[in-house]
Each structure stands twice: as C-alpha cells, then as structure tokens.
C-alpha cells in the first residue's frame, strides 16, 4: 500500500515563488525531500530551490521553461504546482476593460492549459504525474470587484477536473488546493465570503499550513485523490 | 404572484436564439408576455424564430450578433433599448466550439472558440446591459447558460469545462456586485434536445440510451418547456431573490450541487 509523504524520487516545478505563496509551497516539497524548481524566485530565499526562468506566454515558452527546470533537477518533472495566482485589485465590473479582461481571463487559463501540456509528456512516459493548481476560494464564492479574477480562477479549477478525467489513465493526477480570499488580495476578506470567521481562528501560513497539503497530494499516499479542491482556508467557506 | 403573462412589459434578449436551447428560451419568454430580440449570429436562423414568435402572438425582432464581437453586442443593446425602450432581461446562450478533443494536442482554434463564445460574450453581454439593467432595478435580469460540465469536468470536451465554470465564477461575482441594484444575475445549467445533441445522438445512438438511464426523469429536456420554463421563472417578479445560483435543469442527472 503506498503510503509514504516521502518526495526524494519527485522533481518538482513550482510556479509564482515570488510570493510567499508559491515560496512556502515550494520549501515544502524541498522539505519532504523533493528536488524543487521554482519560476519569479526572489534574489535571496531558499537555497535548495532552483530557480528558473521563462514564461508560460505561448506553449513554445512553457514547452523551454519544463525542459530548463529538467535541466535544472536533472530529470523530468513529475510534480507540477501551479502557484502563480494573478494578485488583485477590486474594481467595478464596468470599468473593466478588453485589455485587461485579457491579461486576466485569457493569461491565466492560456498558461495554465500550456504548462499542463509541456508537463504532460514526461508524466505519461513516466505514468506518474502530479499536477496541483492553487485555486482561491474566490472563485467558488464569488467576489464583487473581481469577477474577471474568479472566472480565470473557476476556469483553472474546471481545466484541471477535466485534465484529472483525461489523465486518469496515466498515473497522473490533477488536483486543486485553495487558500483564503487574502491570497489573492489585501482588499477582500473571509467576511466577504461566509458571516463565520475561520474556524481555525486565522488565515493560513503558505508553508506551514498550506504545505503539508500539497506535500500529500504530490506523494505516494495521495495516489487516489483526483479532480478535487481541497479547501484550505481554515474553515471558512467549507464547499462540498 | 405569478399571472398568464408575467413577464409583460418585460424586454429581453436572447443571445444564440436561432436554434437548440436559446430558441426554447425566446419562446417561454414570448409566451410568458416578454418582447423579445433574438440575437443570432446567423438571420437564416434567427428571422424564422422571431416570425415563430409572432405567429404564436408574441413580439419579437432577430437582431444579428455576434457574441465575441464587443461592437455586435453594443449595438444589439442599443438597438433593443430605441425599439423597446429598455432592457430588463439579458440571457446569454450563445455557444461555438463543442467538438471533441485531447486536452494533450488541442489546437488553439478549438479554445479560442470555447473562450470567446462562452466567457468573452458573457463579459460583453454583462457589461453593456448592466446601464438598463440598472434602470430596470429590481426587474434586472442576467442570465447565463452554463452547463453541469461546468461543475463536474469533461472527459471528450475539456476545454468546455473552464468556460463553463468561468460563467458560473462570472454569475457569482456580479451577483455580489450588483444587488446593491436589485439585480439578479444566475444560471442555468441544461440539458436539452438541440441541433448538436441531436447530430450525437445520430453518431452514437448509444449515447441517448445511456444519458437517458442515467436521468431519474428518464429523458432528455425540452427546450422551451422544461428550460425555457425556468429561464421565465428567473426573469420573473417571483424570483426576484434568488440569486448567484447555478439551477440545474438536466432531469436529475448531476447531483453534485
């Protein structure tokens, strides 16, 4: 029964290190053994991330940015944790524009859809593969202000249960962890989503309480967990 | 207190009303007393369906749109709101891009329909009713046809599941956003007898056997009355406090709400 969190066989590639989001994931799959590439890595951080650079702007782009992480952690990625959460800011619907609708719908599902298919071939040739997405809560409650953010983010949680039916059959599972609605804003607040405050009594630590989760999910214990959003806002918006 | 005709002095369009679910929408919400523009991207399908509506008594206009075009959606507003004097339900159906594909080599084509279709035309509809919308106060409707895909992922249609999703995501926030107004902005998620189901049907008779036992209600929806019918209810006075939901009208099918 394959039960171990160990991660010492995984090569990871970590998206959105710049924030402390990605950072904290990132260092705990480092933590549980994983060798660990990371994209927007600040200057001075966690030395046993590899940085990398590139974008996830054309599939071209995303097809270089898997080869220099395998380059990188000289093997081929296995684990893919896409923590690149666009940040927000709350405007009115209506002073939304066509540029910007781009950048943000667009953008996000576009370089989602690329990385999954770079990532793809190496995990089928393997028959493993781990793809996580962080997906705030907001797109499952909804945010007034940013409308065109929870769309891209609903659209990432829908690619990836769909991925999960397509990919099933290669070993690989898609999943989606997702923190609070702070992650992707100081403006909008878990008193925007529910009336109750977090059950646990605060927002999360992207390291310490987000970390294990993702940890799990790019283990060996997590093989059987496919398609779904794990929740972890501590207790706030507890969707099905 | 719903009447014969609760939707009278109501004005609504109907995006992707040439055929299939979105014509079954006009005509509930003709029977029901609203005025109602067909916006079709084709007038070879959207003039036979305002002339079925006026047949049956109702009013109706096609206006060509097309949805992914900010311009097409400007002007079937305007033209809406100079013909009728206003706009209080804005139903947004339209939908190009359905065929099967593998999320690990889908060309860029099938997406861009999906996307722009789907969510582009949701941003453009939204936005550029939302001024009559607003005036129409607690009479504003905007409806988004969404589907249970949407919610559960799609194993031969990927990509049909963000787009989907991102309407429902849409649905959500402007709901938050916008009841300030007394606006109500939902979906519906069918499943319904069109054109495209029929042509599946016809590839795979299989497939009509399978959806079918699978359905508590034992069949496939009728566009007008088994859809249209709770696009009426949502544009209703009835109805007038729901909103930010996703009503699945699929026979019972998909529980996972």
Redesign the interface.
């Known amino acids: 029964m394959p039960t171990s969190l160990d991660l010492t066989q995984r090569a990871a590639l970590v998206t959105g290190a710049g924030r402390p989001l990605g950072r904290g994931l990132a260092s705990a799959l480092a933590d549980a053994g994983a060798r660990v590439a990371v994209t927007g890595a600040p200057a001075k951080g966690d030395d046993r991330l590899a940085p990398v650079t590139g974008s996830l702007a054309t599939?071209a782009d995303a097809d270089a940015l898997l080869e220099r992480a395998h380059a990188a952690l000289g093997t081929a990625v296995d684990v893919v944790v896409h923590a690149d959460v666009a940040w927000a800011t709350p405007q009115?619907?209506?002073d939304?524009d066509?540029e910007q609708?781009d950048a943000t719908?667009?953008g996000t599902?576009?370089a989602t859809?690329f990385l999954?298919?770079a990532a793809?071939?190496a995990m089928?040739a393997r028959g493993h593969g781990r793809f996580m997405v962080v997906t705030p809560t907001l797109?499952?409650?909804?945010?007034?202000?940013?409308?065109?953010l929870?769309?891209?983010?609903?659209?990432?949680?829908?690619?990836?249960?769909?991925?999960?039916?397509?990919?099933g059959g290669h070993g690989i599972t898609v999943n989606c962890v997702a923190p609070g609605p702070e992650a992707v804003s100081d403006e909008v607040h878990a008193d925007?989503v529910s009336l109750a405050p977090p059950a646990l009594g605060r927002s999360g630590d992207p390291h310490d309480d987000l970390g294990p989760i993702v940890t799990f999910l790019a283990s060996d214990a997590g093989h059987f967990v496919t398609?779904v959003t794990v929740c972890a806002d501590g207790g706030v918006w507890m969707a099905? | 207190m719903s009447t014969s005709a609760p939707l009278e002095a109501r004005v609504a369009i109907v995006t992707g009303a040439g055929q299939g679910v979105g014509r079954g929408i006009a005509h509930a919400l003709a029977l029901r007393g609203a005025r109602v523009v067909i916006a079709a991207r084709r007038a070879a399908t959207g003039e036979p369906v305002a002339d079925e509506i006026r047949a049956r008594g109702g009013e109706a206009v096609c206006v060509v749109t097309d949805v992914t075009c900010r311009d097409d959606v400007a002007a079937c507003v305007d033209t809406t709101v100079q013909r009728y004097g206003g706009l209080h339900v804005m139903v947004h159906n339209a939908f190009r891009g359905g065929q099967g594909h593998r999320l690990e080599d889908v060309d860029v084509d099938i997406w861009d329909q999906n996307s722009r279709t789907a969510v582009w035309g949701s941003y453009y509809c939204a936005q550029l009713a939302f001024p009559h919308l607003r005036d129409a106060g607690a009479r504003g409707r905007l409806v988004l046809v969404t589907s249970p895909s949407g919610v559960e992922g799609s194993v031969n249609i990927p990509l049909y599941s963000p787009v989907k999703a991102a309407q429902r995501a849409i649905a959500k926030s402007l709901a938050r956003e916008w009841g300030e107004h007394g606006i109500t902005v939902n979906c519906i998620a069918p499943v319904a007898e069109t054109p495209a189901l029929t042509q599946a049907f016809s590839a795979n008779p299989v497939l009509k056997e399978r959806l079918e036992a699978r359905t508590p209600l034992g069949r496939v929806g009728d566009a007008e009355r088994d859809i249209g019918a709770v696009v009426a209810f949502l544009a209703s006075d009835d109805a007038g406090y729901v909103t930010g939901q996703t009503i699945v009208c699929d026979g019972g099918s998909f529980t996972g709400l």
Do not use: C, I, N
């Open positions: 599939r009115p619907f209506t939304v066509d609708w719908w667009e599902m576009r859809l999954f298919q793809f071939p089928r797109s499952m409650s909804g945010a007034a202000g940013l409308a065109p929870a769309a891209a983010v609903e659209g990432q949680r829908l690619l990836a249960k769909s991925a999960a039916r397509q990919w925007a398609g099905p």
